[in-house]
């Protein structure tokens, strides 16, 4: 009966989804949604795709582990790049009407530093989207008690989701979103409160989660803690903001006012509500001891469903699968339509100048097709990997590469394409040494890449400049001798 609930809900979905795809008529409005989405389609949209899969299901397990330091990279880190976007970069890109983020680096450094960038954006997102695809099939795989395989699952998922965002790009995406994000935050507020009850009371789950120092956040006051710590921050709070699909929220706005302040909204949503997975798990640690502790010796992320299947009823399990789906389909179609944009606008155009927007349009749906079956292959390839790290990894990428051309472009006059193309080669040459050594146990991958794209940029940048200088003083001196 839970299944056919869930199938039901999938086809209705996607019915609200095919209805929205009616106000496609243009590239842009696939992209885009035509820049006509007011400030709370803006809140709900950054919301709903940032409450993903791994809100659900991976923080509320790695919370269990270690406590808010284990989750300092989200949603501290994911919720504050939202507020960060919001304040410093929504308000300069929105004045540029530009398609896609990588259109920015276009205009800025030229066109090899698109072309790399957009490819840096495009590999990111595969981690985010796996994530949120495995989640689907395990959903599907619990419910169906193992009948339906995890890989059957993720297929299921894919289908469902490619079958509107295929059609209605941002559109859909952009009223699905509104829809989910409703079913998401009440399904999960009323399975809070049930959970909380069946545990004793709220209170009685916040004493066991201070018990266990859960709510500890800083690290231990040692060098290696400290930047380990600093590290997982910054991989989602820098490594989100050079994002497709971040921009394609800031752009889809109908004004300056939703640009800006639907991300900063939306980011402090996000980190108070993704609270409410973390209780839930805390609340089993009560009601269901002995299953919570074999679990999390298995599978972490099995401890929310499982405690929803087993000791709810009926109707909190149809309460929290929707709200679960929601936030994965909300998540997995906006994900699937970014690096498909990208692909197409920042790429695939380079050979097709002079293609119709028509043409172009067609171009963006095959490349969301192809796009979601390496996905779901990437999906099947990598399963056992936590959802979490699935997620993380897939930050670190754009972080290293994409982030400081990014920033120095919007803030520093003096940034040239030069220092551009120091900052990408430097950040992802050191961080992949670190990956292949054990310099990685040492130091963070992620932040040695970030620094040295740093470094590439200033020295890249002001290197020219000072030897220019130089000349000219020297051929001053000569002419007055």
Known sequence: ?????????????????????????????????????????????????????????GIPAKFIEGGLGNVVEDPFGAGFCLILVGLFFAGKLYRMTLLTISDYY?????????????????????GWVSAQVTALGLVFNLLSGGTISIQV?????????????????????????????????????????????????????????????????????????????????ITMMFGSIPQQDVFQRVMSANNLHAATRGPVIGGIAYILFAFVPMFLVASALIIMPAETAELLKDDPQKVLPTLVLNKMPFVMQVLFFGALLSALKSTA????????????????????????????????????????ALVLAYAIHMQGTSIYELVSGAYQVPLVGAFVPLVFGLYWKRATTQGAVFAIVLGLVTWLLFLVTPAAQVFPAQLAGLLAALAGMLVGSLGPQAIRNSHATHHRVVGVE
């Open 1 to 57: 009966m839970l299944l056919t609930l869930v199938i039901v809900y999938l086809l209705i979905t996607i019915a609200i989804g095919l209805v929205a795809a009616k106000r496609v008529k243009n590239a842009a409005d696939f992209a885009i949604a035509g820049r006509h989405l007011p400030l709370y389609m803006i809140i709900t949209t950054t919301f709903a795709t940032w409450f993903g899969s791994e809100t659900v299901l």
């Open 106 to 126: 276009r205009e800025r450094y030229g066109r090899a530093v698109e072309v790399v960038c957009s490819l840096i954006i495009m590999l990111s997102y595969l």
């Open 153 to 233: 699952g993720m297929t299921i998922g894919v289908v469902s989701i490619l079958a509107y965002t295929l059609f209605g790009g941002m559109w859909s995406v952009a009223v699905t979103d509104f829809i989910q994000m409703i079913i998401l935050v009440v399904g999960l507020a009323v399975i809070a409160v049930f959970a909380g009850n069946m545990a004793g009371g709220a209170n009685k789950v916040i004493e066991l989660a201070a018990s266990r120092e859960l709510f500890r956040f800083l690290p231990d006051p040692k060098f290696h803690d400290i930047v380990f710590f600093v590290a997982a921050g």
């Open 333 to 372: 179609s906006a994900t699937l339509l970014a690096p498909s944009v990208t692909f197409t606008e920042n790429i695939w155009r380079q050979f097709r100048p002079h293609a119709s927007d028509r043409q172009h349009l067609r171009t963006m749906r095959v490349t969301t097709l192809v796009f979601s």
